[in-house]
């Protein structure tokens, strides 16, 4: 199962208990967010790793090396730094995907869309493939509001 939300409505905990459902998740990133490369794919995307926002410092550092150096980072004993005090991760790997919509009139013209998705491996689900996903929800959101505000006839009170 793929379930695609809006930017910024989940925070790492949701995220955790989706994942753990073995849904996967489709996003897309907040524009202002850095996101270190971990690995090129083959396919051009890339994975980043997602780290708790409280870990600074050389603990950051050495998790984004070993991000980079393809250990598992779901190992306690491999990677310590990666869980925090309740045995809880503190990191995770996701695929980046950027692209632009070609053709785009107006807000949003030569606007980069960077999507973030749970599945890692291209060969799980092809980038253009999770992109077209993202573009229906969006559609799909899109005709829902033009449905509840503006379809729905004149407001009708209720008055006694």
Known sequence: MRLAVRNGTETQTETQNVTATGAALLRRAPTQLGLPIAAVLPDG???TALIT????????????AAARAGTDLTD????????????????????VIEYQVPDR????????????????????????????????R?????ANDQFK?????PARGQCR
């Open 105 to 136: 009139i107006g807000n949003g013209s030569g606007e980069l869309i960077v999507l973030l998705s749970t599945i890692t491996n291209p060969d799980d689900a092809r980038a253009d493939g999770l992109a077209a996903a993202y573009h229906q």
């Open 76 to 95: 306690i004993n491999a990677v310590p730094d990666a869980f925090n005090d309740r045995g809880l991760p503190v990191i995770h790997l996701a695929r």
């Open 45 to 47: 995307t890339y994975l």
């Open 138 to 142: 969006w559609e799909e959101e899109t």
């Open 149 to 153: 505000t503006h379809l729905r006839g």
């Open 53 to 64: 926002p409280t870990i600074r410092g050389h603990r950051c550092d050495r998790l984004l």
